[in-house]
Nanobody, 123 residues
Framework: VQLQACGGGLVQTGASLRLSCAVS????????TAWFRQAVGKEREFVAY???????YYADSVKGRFTISRDNAKNTVYLEMNNLKPEDTAVYYC??????????????????WGQGTQVTVSS
């Protein structure tokens, strides 16, 4: 299984970015997917989740600004990020939910991870 994330970059406060994560090696449409992020010196934190049923969930810190979506035909999950703030600066990781024993905000529920893409928001 491979996850390839891209789309990060250096932007100013208020700008937008769209992250992409291409997934291969598993039945993408039957798995839920998520985005996490990790800032320097902090633990990895949940950002957004796309349940295979189509329902989406977000961390309170990004609700209303970020949108998770996916294209099952392309085996790709996206994260549209609007009105970016300096506190959004982090490495962003995509992941595939593989454990029914852990709920979606828990990083332990994900066996497969992308390599991460850096997002830096300047003030």
């Amino acid at each position: 299984v491979q996850l390839q994330a891209c789309g990060g970059g250096l932007v100013q406060t208020g700008a937008s970015l769209r992250l992409s994560c291409a997934v291969s090696g598993l039945a993408f449409s039957t798995h839920s997917t998520a985005w996490f992020r990790q800032a320097v010196g902090k633990e990895r934190e949940f950002v957004a989740y796309f349940r295979r049923s189509g329902h989406t969930y977000y961390a309170d810190s990004v609700k209303g600004r970020f949108t998770i979506s996916r294209d099952n035909a392309k085996n790709t999950v996206y994260l549209e990020m609007n009105n970016l703030k300096p506190e959004d600066t982090a490495v962003y990781y995509c992941a595939v939910h593989t454990s029914v024993l852990s709920t979606y905000p828990n990083a332990l529920a994900y066996k497969y991870w992308g390599q991460g893409t850096q997002v830096t928001v300047s003030s």
